[in-house]
Structure formats: C-alpha cells, structure tokens
Nanobody
C-alpha cells in the first residue's frame, strides 16, 4: 500500500491549505488514518487522526485544535487535513500514515502502531 500526500506549499500566516492523502496499491484493513509533522531539528509529532466505527471520531494535538480539521472520503480512499489560520510554527513536513490492520474505537493509534507512511509534503508558513 502506498500513501501519497499532497497539497503542501508556501502560505502567509493566517492563510489556509488543504492536504490530501490518497491510498493506493492495496487494501488497508484498519479504521484509522493520521497526520504527523516534523520540523527541522525536532521529532515527528502527532497532528490529527480520524477513526471510524459507528461514525467518525477525530483527534487533534492541542496546538491545532480549532484550526485544523481532518476528514475522509471513503469512496476516494483519501484523507484530508484542512489547515486554517496557519502560523509560522506550523511549518514542517507533514506525513500521512495508516495502520495496516486493527480497529480503534476510543483512541487514535499511537505512533508505533502506524505501518504505512506517505512521503511527506512541505508546509511553510511565512510571518
């Protein structure tokens, strides 16, 4: 399975971007997808995740709550990250990820539970 992330770019502070992550080349049997980011010199950190069982559940790191929205289009096998009110500290390479299998109902997968990673897309927010 390959995950293809796209939609990054250069934007001014306060602007918006929408990242997409399309899965291809196989079937993912998990009910979860996530977005992570890594800034220069820093560790990769969780940004947002979505799980689906009886409806969708979404999870966000505190710094993006109210500004970012994760969603999915099951028909297109694609997950999105809508990023509004961007700040310079959001600058990073953004990665989408998915577990190969498993079901999450009351929490998002932890970093180690993700098996597949996209190639990353650069987001740069200028002040």
């Amino acid at each position: 399975v390959q995950l293809q992330a796209s939609g990054g770019g250069l934007v001014q502070a306060g602007g918006s971007l929408r990242l997409s992550c399309a899965a291809s080349g196989g079937t993912l049997r998990s009910n979860a997808r996530g977005w992570f980011r890594q800034a220069p010199g820093k560790e990769r950190e969780f940004v947002a995740a979505i799980t689906w069982s009886n409806g969708d559940s979404t999870y966000y790191t505190d710094s993006v709550k109210g500004r970012f929205t994760i969603s999915r289009d099951n028909a297109k096998n694609t997950v999105y990250l809508q990023m509004n009110s961007l700040k310079p500290e959001d600058t990073a390479v953004y990665y989408c990820a998915a577990p190969n299998s498993g079901r999450w109902m009351y929490r998002a997968p932890s970093l180690s539970e993700y098996d597949h990673w996209g190639q990353g897309t650069q987001v740069t927010v200028s002040s």
